[in-house]
């Protein structure tokens, strides 16, 4: 079944860029979907169709898909965005939800 | 504005069931599928299936599909998630989810906390 890699954690300081990865064989080809998840509360979506923003979801976040990688980027961090993020794909072959394992970033 | 709201927390014991609820306001209830997600204690997001909110047709995951039964009241715009033969593995946190036909997950439920013990 296909899976989606993410790292474990990713640490930034406040100000700086982060950027979080979500691996996947040619995951290009899929719409890939964000969501942020602050301790104890449900997961929110922050990017959609690997690039699009929610409405209420700041500019600072954005994304980008190509070859085996889509990324999460989060410009100008912080301490509120400290959060865990998980990336989620279709997997249409299959019918089947697919979550990676989540990314912590913690901002220093 | 779209909301999902989760029963609450349910302590059961091995081998029992649990119903979790989800009652959704604030969109046309059957032109959106409900999917459900389960959060273990400092674990990830494991997706367990959606039901069409239309017709009531459902998909599981293969990991869960013969515990777990999905079904809606279209009438009081609520879908519901039946887990039987519990173990103290599922004891985790059950999100409902709404998803669009382009797959994202959006609003999500509050989620609901559910505990197996002996």
């Known amino acids: 079944s296909y899976v989606l890699t993410q790292s474990p954690s990713v640490s930034v300081a406040p100000g700086q860029t982060a950027r979080i990865t979500c691996g996947g064989d040619?995951?290009?080809?899929?719409?890939v979907h964000w969501y942020q998840q602050k301790p104890g509360q449900a997961p929110i979506l922050v990017l959609y169709d690997d690039a699009d923003r929610p409405s209420g979801i700041p500019e600072r976040f954005s994304g980008s898909n190509s070859g085996n990688t889509a990324t999460l980027t989060i410009s100008r961090v912080e301490a509120g965005d400290e959060a865990d993020y998980y990336c989620q794909v279709w997997e249409s072959s299959s019918d089947l939800e697919i979550f990676g394992g989540g990314t912590k970033l913690t901002v220093l | 504005q779209v909301q999902l709201v989760q029963s609450g927390a349910e302590v059961k014991k091995p081998g029992a069931s649990v119903k979790v609820s989800c009652k959704t306001s604030?969109?046309?209830?059957?032109?959106?599928?409900i999917h459900w997600v389960r959060q273990a204690p400092g674990q990830g997001l494991e997706w367990m299936g959606w039901?069409?909110?239309?017709?009531?047709?459902?998909k599981y995951s293969q990991k869960f599909h013969d515990r777990v039964s999905f079904s809606r009241d279209t009438s009081a715009t609520t879908a519901y998630m039946e887990l039987s033969g519990l173990k103290s593995e599922d004891s985790a946190i059950y999100y409902c989810?709404?998803?669009?036909?382009?797959?994202?997950?959006?609003?999500w439920g509050q989620g609901a906390l559910v505990t197996v013990s002996s």
């Open positions: 040619n995951i290009r080809s899929k719409s």
């Open positions: 039901i069409n909110s239309a017709n009531g047709n459902t």
């Open positions: 604030g969109y046309t209830f059957t032109t959106y599928h």
């Open positions: 989810a709404r998803v669009a036909l382009e797959n994202w997950f959006d609003p």
